[in-house]
């Protein structure tokens, strides 16, 4: 944390989601979560609910620049986490800030297509972010879609991530929700080799955010100054709760419950003392 703020800040750069499951609200939700203060810059204004996208509009790229630098230079951010984009002038436009902030850890969600399997990303705009960002990325968190598309030569996940490591990012973790597995299993790779594994119990619906909401958490964390390693496991363990104790409101996909920890038994507690007063 700097010595300026009480509270570390996260700089995000994101799509508007307005069904509250993915996109800057998920983010928002789970920085606060891990106890900082979210900044936004948004990317895209989305026109989805939870079971599918029906329109992306992309901010103007000088608008996504202007609002960064308005942040950046009257706040002490601590890391960037970057999701979906909307166009390459995006693309370029957050190279342009990172590359004046490379002391910042970025977290970038290589967002290629919607939970409901709708395309977010264009070619044009995944080539710039492979070329402009992944050199600039300190943690890229595809799920095994998006590594396959990344990387479409590889016969494997290790090729793949081989592959994508080449592109210069530090770490990458490729999430595995979308395998037909048992369990779910997230890899990481880094130093060119893969670093761990881990497994969690297969939740049995599907989600629209969980993807947000792990990358923005590895933000938060990293934001606090924990190390990389214990800031996986505390984001995938955060995200595996608000999947766990997520909800369906719409008539589409679950909703993570990101504020699961304001409701639980010592929330509970909190709320019978008021009220017996
Ligand atoms: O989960 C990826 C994602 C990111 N950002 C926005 C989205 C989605 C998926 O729907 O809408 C804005």
């Not at 977290?107 to 995944?126: H, M, Q, R, W, Y």
Request: aromatic share 8%; charged share 20%.
């Amino acid at each position: 944390m700097n010595d300026r703020s009480p509270v570390p800040v996260v700089l995000v750069f994101a799509g508007s989601d307005p069904s509250g499951g993915a996109g800057v609200q998920a983010d928002i939700e789970s920085i606060a979560s891990m106890g900082c203060h979210a900044t936004c810059v948004i990317t895209a204004i989305t026109v989805q609910d939870t079971e599918d996208v029906a329109r992306i509009e992309p901010v103007d790229a000088m608008t996504v620049m202007d609002q960064a630098r308005a942040i950046l230079e009257d706040m002490p951010v601590a890391a960037i986490k970057v999701g979906l984009i909307g166009s390459a002038e995006n693309v370029e436009a957050i190279h342009a800030i990172l590359m004046d902030y490379p002391e910042l850890p970025v977290v970038l969600d290589p967002v290629i297509e919607s939970g409901g399997g709708s395309v977010l990303t264009d070619d044009e705009t995944a080539e710039a972010m492979v070329n402009l960002l992944f050199p600039l990325t300190t943690v890229l968190t595809p799920n095994s879609h998006e590594a396959t598309f990344f990387a479409p030569e590889g016969d494997n996940l290790e090729s793949r991530a081989q592959e994508i490591l080449e592109y210069g990012c530090e770490f990458l973790l490729i999430t595995g929700t979308h395998e037909n597995t048992r369990d779910v299993v997230n890899t990481l790779y880094g130093h060119s080799r893969q670093l761990e594994t881990y497994t969690w119990d297969r939740l049995p619906f599907s989600y629209h955010g969980s993807g947000c909401t792990l990358s923005a958490a590895i933000a938060g964390l990293l934001a606090q100054g924990i190390d990389p390693y214990a800031a996986f496991i505390e984001a995938q363990e955060y995200t595996w709760d608000t999947l766990k104790q997520g909800y369906r409101i719409g008539m589409g996909q679950h909703l993570p419950n990101r504020f699961f920890w304001a409701h639980g038994e010592e929330a509970q507690r909190g709320e019978a003392e008021l009220d017996a007063s």
